[in-house]
């Protein structure tokens, strides 16, 4: 090819991917290249792109580049969730039992059988409290006749398969509230809420109590220390499903005083074994066998007698097709599953909606089948996905996630084309001043914070902003996308933040 007839192609895919700027700059166009000429944008990296469904593009700098998109891969995730499940799937947990009935007594095995429900005894709008599921589930046990279970209470994650958690996820993430992983049986989020206060002086351990539920089968190692007055919380809990331990590391400063924190666990089916167990003793259901769970291998482990620890893997547990299904109990829609994801930003749904699409898709949840569902459902939205989008997991907890802001406006794009599911996916995502986004465009017009829906997405160096300003008119052609990331400011939080407040709120006034 001439080089003539290459930089005709050159200009034709530029064009294809997002028109060119006016020769006369936008407001919001002059006032990013003046700041990005200034620290610290100068020496970080930055995208920012803002284009009209009629393709006049407002605001453009570096759209291409792949950038570090933290949590606004959740505005990918699910999008591809309500398109791809529908808004109105559910997921189910279901009771079945193995064995026979007979004179009231199970003689066999309860299994308590995960369908992914992320929202299982969650406490959010929507979902059971964990006394009203178990008061159902033992109702679907009266249902049977059964008033003792002479086996155990297992729990079964089995429907989500693979590892729980994506090997590219930061260690010191994983025992976050935030950095828990999922299977198929979730049980109040996998979360384990410890108090915690400084030690008497620089030096001692920190002081933790009262832990929320008490696993008494989980060994909790407590490495951490108190640290000089201003250096502020940095405690980590380090644990795995490969083992029940867990240990707190890092420092807690003399002056922060007793606070509540918010860790994970990764034995959500065991946790929910052990809590129904003790629901059905308090009322009057006895069960002679120890709360117990199906590992990795398709074996049942369960609590050692003395109450400390676990027990060897025992015998492989029945297959699901095998079992007695008694009932089931279904969660919130997708939909709203969805508008809890992009409201708290909370990882754990997200993770738990992509590894559902991949199950319904391909038959596995593993991260491997996810990331080649994610590329199947971009292409069926008919989202080009050859160059802008290295997309490895559902919630953007990994650094190995890179999309382009060129990328976040043609998915945005596609979406609001997609008159079947658009309104429903605008339904999830927030406006500035809601939960989750308060500060966002603070002492800006209600009149213009009306009209902005977006997700924010943050870590360590990392803030960026993508989502959708409708017009004042009712115009389609005046919908706008944008996507503006930031990666590499990891010093300067407030600055960059008033940057995208700014850049975002001049966007909005182009429509």
């Not at 009629?54 to 309500?82: F, H, M, Q, Y």
């Not at 108090?195 to 060994?219: D, H, I, K, Q, Y």
């Not at 502020?232 to 240990?247: I, Q």
């Not at 969660?331 to 749904?349: F, G, H, K, P, Q």
């Amino acid at each position: 090819m001439n080089r003539i007839s290459t930089l005709t192609l050159a200009i034709m895919v530029m064009v294809i991917s997002f028109p060119a700027i006016s020769k006369e700059k936008s407001p919001a166009q002059a006032y990013l290249d003046r700041t990005l000429a200034e620290e610290p944008f100068r020496s970080g990296l930055v995208g920012a792109l803002a284009v009209k469904m009629s393709g006049d593009t407002i605001v453009e700098c570096g759209s291409l580049r792949k950038l570090i998109p933290a949590s606004n891969t959740k505005l990918i995730t699910t999008g591809l969730a309500i398109r791809g499940l529908g808004k109105d799937y559910r997921l189910s947990t279901a009771l079945g039992y193995s064995g026979n009935v007979s004179d009231g007594v199970l003689r066999g095995d309860l299994y308590i059988i995960g369908g992914g429900d992320p929202t299982l005894a969650s406490s959010d709008p929507g979902s059971l409290p964990a006394d009203s599921l178990f008061s159902c589930w033992k109702s679907m046990l009266a249902s049977r006749g059964i008033r003792r279970i002479d086996g155990r209470v297992i729990g079964d994650g089995r429907y989500l398969d693979g590892p729980i958690e994506l090997d590219s996820w930061a260690y010191n993430d994983l025992g976050t509230y935030y950095g828990t992983g999922c299977n198929g049986l979730i049980y109040s989020r996998n979360i384990l809420k410890v108090n915690v206060a400084p030690g008497n002086a620089e030096g001692s351990p920190v002081r933790v109590s009262n832990f929320r539920p008490n696993l008494t089968w989980l060994e909790f190692r407590n490495n951490s220390v108190t640290s000089a007055p201003g250096t502020g919380d940095e405690l980590y809990l380090f644990n795995t499903d490969l083992a029940p331990v867990s240990e707190l590391r890092g420092s807690y400063a003399l002056d922060e005083g007793q606070d509540t924190e918010e860790f994970s666990h990764k034995f959500g089916p065991l946790a929910c074994s052990c809590a129904f167990t003790d629901y059905l003793g308090k009322h009057g259901v006895k069960v002679d066998g120890e709360p117990s769970y199906i590992d990795s291998y398709g074996k049942i482990v369960s609590i050692d007698r003395s109450g400390r620890g676990l027990g060897r893997p025992e015998g492989a547990a029945r297959s699901v097709p095998d079992l007695h299904i008694i009932g089931d109990t279904e969660s919130m829609t997708v939909r709203e599953i969805a508008r809890i994801i992009n409201s708290r930003s909370d990882n754990l749904y997200a993770e738990t909606l992509l590894r559902i699409l991949s199950k319904e898709r391909t038959g596995s949840a593993s991260y491997d089948s996810c990331k080649v569902v994610i590329m199947r459902e971009l292409a069926s939205l008919r989202v080009d996905t050859s160059t802008g989008v290295r997309m490895v997991d559902g919630s953007g907890l990994s650094r190995h996630d890179n999309i382009s802001p060129d990328f976040f406006c043609r998915f945005l794009r596609s979406m609001y084309l997609d008159s079947g599911c658009f309104w429903d996916y605008l339904s999830t995502i927030n406006r500035p001043g809601a939960p989750g986004m308060r500060s966002s465009l603070a002492g800006k017009p209600e009149a213009v914070r009306s009209r902005i829906r977006m997700k924010s997405g943050s870590m360590d160096g990392v803030l960026c902003y993508s989502g959708y300003v409708m017009p004042v008119s009712d115009k389609k052609e005046d919908v706008i996308v944008f996507s503006i990331m930031t990666n590499n400011c990891p010093d300067a939080e407030a600055q960059v933040k008033a940057f995208v407040n700014e850049l975002i709120y001049l966007i909005a006034n182009e429509n």
